[in-house]
């Protein structure tokens, strides 16, 4: 079992930036990869970042350049726009294929990012 608490979520001006943390425990050794995937209202849940134990990175479309996801699971957002609120949140995948959300089985609470134009 693997309990995944986010943090870090707020409210930020257009063109800021944010850091969104996520606290791993349980059976952390069993994690192949660590995600952050949002949600925005009204909208079907996309990717937005994954790290696998090997370093290898992938981001979401207009993600990567932009947001950083980091060995300790951080999300680092810069330049965000409005088109970045969402519930954001941070996910872990125990299985050996993880290339979408459906194979994310630990998911956290989420955390609220909203911008403001």
């Known amino acids: 079992q693997v309990h995944l608490v986010e943090s870090g979520g707020g409210l930020v001006q257009a063109g800021g930036s944010l850091r969104l943390s996520c606290a791993v425990s349980?059976?952390?050794?069993?994690?192949?990869?660590m995600g952050w995937y949002r949600q925005a209202v009204g909208k079907e849940r996309e990717l937005v970042a994954t790290?696998?134990n090997s370093g290898f990175t992938q981001y979401g479309d207009g993600m990567r350049g932009r947001f950083f996801i980091s060995r300790d699971n951080a999300l680092q957002m810069n330049n965000l726009n409005p088109e970045d609120t969402a519930m954001y949140y941070c996910?872990?995948?125990?299985?050996?294929?993880?290339?979408?959300?459906?194979?994310?089985?630990?998911w956290g609470q989420g955390t609220q990012v909203t911008v403001a134009s």
């Open positions: 349980g059976a952390t050794y069993t994690i192949n990869t």
């Open positions: 996910a872990a995948c125990r299985r050996n294929w993880c290339a979408d959300a459906t194979n994310f089985d630990s």
């Open positions: 790290r696998d």
